[in-house]
C-alpha cells in the first residue's frame, strides 16, 4: 500500500540489528485516520471471505484490528499475554517464543470468544518471523476455528516468516513489504 | 450514556469481589461500534479542551483511545508497561499498583511523543482506585503537559478514585458509573 509505504520512509527509522521504528504512527503513538485506510485496504483483501472474527495479540496489533474490524462490522479480539482475575478458567492457549524480548511467553483467549464456527481474520502489526502469529493460528486451530487469512502491517520479508505462511497455503496480506534495511536504507518488494 | 449502561446490563457479569466482567465487549472482545459511541460522547465532552492527544495505558485503554482520537482527530499514545527494544532510552516512567493483579509495574511513555505544548486527554476502560490514571497523570506532569481532563467507560465509583479526581478539580467523565455491585446487581448513579 503506496500510503504506508510513503509513511515508513517518511516517519520510520531503520536501526542496526533489523529494527524498524515506527512508534510515532504505529505501535506507540498511533495514527487512527491511516489505521483506518490499512483497515479498509485488508476489507478490500478479505473482505468475501466471510470473515466472522479478527483476531490479534496485544499490545500493538489491537488500534489495527479495531480499524480493520470496524469495515469488517465484525468483533475484534485481542490474546492476552498474561492472566488476570477477569479472563476466567476457560481459555485456549499458545507458546509464543519472543525473538525481539529473547523469551517466551504464553498468550490466551478466552473459550467464550472463539468456536469452531468462526472464520478468522489474523491480524498483526508486524510479520517477521511470524512466531506471535503462529501462536493466534494455534488458538484457532485450539478452538476449531478456520483462518481465514493473515493480514500484516508491515512484513519483513528477510525473517522468512511471510514465506513460511505462504507455503503453507495461508493467504496474507501484508501491507508493506520491506526485502532488506541494510544500513539505515529500507527497501520494498 | 444509556447504550453502555444498557449493554453493560445486558451483558456483563458482576462476579464476588467487584469484579466487573466485560470482556465480551469491552476488554478482551470488542465491539468497536459501541467504543465508536463511546469515543464520541467524549468528544461531546472534551471537544472543546483544545485537545493535541490521547494518552491511555495497554492493553485494555488502547481501543477506546482510538475510537476517541478519531473524533478529536489526534493522535492516540499509549503507555507501555514493559521496556522493549523499540522503546528507546528517552522516556518518562511511572509506578503503579495495581489491585486487580496485587503487583506493582512500570509504565512508559517515549519522550518524543509527549511534551509541554501537549494538553491531554487521559482515557481508561475503567475507573476503580484510579492508580494506572494516576500514573498517566504523573507521566504528564513530568512531560510538562497539561490534563484537559479524564475519560473512563465504566467508573466502579465504590472504589473511590474518581471522587479523589474530581476533589483534586480534574474534570473526569466517566460513561457509565456504578454505585454498587453487591450480589450480582449493578446499581448505576
Known amino acids: 500500500l503506496k500510503l504506508l509505504e510513503e509513511r515508513i520512509l517518511s516517519d520510520g527509522l531503520a536501526l542496526p540489528g533489523s529494527v524498524l521504528k515506527v512508534d510515532m504512527f504505529l505501535n506507540h503513538q498511533i495514527d487512527f485516520s491511516l489505521l483506518k485506510e490499512l483497515g479498509r ?59 525481539t524480548k529473547g523469551s517466551q511467553y504464553t498468550i490466551y ?21 511470524g512466531a506471535a502469529l503462529d501462536g493466534l493460528c494455534d488458538i484457532c486451530a485450539r478452538a476449531g476455528a478456520s483462518v481465514a487469512g493473515i493480514g500484516a502491517a508491515i512484513e519483513k520479508a528477510f525473517q522468512g516468516g511471510g514465506k513460511r505462511f505462504r507455503e503453507a497455503g495461508i493467504k496474507l496480506a501484508s501491507l508493506a513489504v520491506i526485502e532488506s534495511m541494510d544500513n539505515g536504507k529500507i527497501v520494498f518488494n
Chains 1, 2 share one sequence.
Open 41 to 99: 485496504e485488508f476489507y478490500n483483501i478479505f473482505g468475501s471471505e466471510n470473515v466472522t472474527k479478527i483476531l490479534t495479540v496485544e499490545a500493538s496489533g489491537i488500534a489495527l484490528a479495531c480499524a480493520a474490524a470496524e469495515f469488517f462490522s465484525v468483533p475484534a479480539l485481542f490474546a492476552k499475554k498474561g492472566l488476570s482475575k477477569n479472563i476466567g478458567s476457560d481459555y485456549y492457549s499458545a507458546e509464543v517464543f519472543s525473538y
Open 109 to 129: 483467549v478466552s473459550k467464550k470468544y472463539l468456536s469452531e464456527r468462526d472464520r478468522v481474520l489474523i491480524i498483526d502489526d508486524f510479520l517477521a518471523t
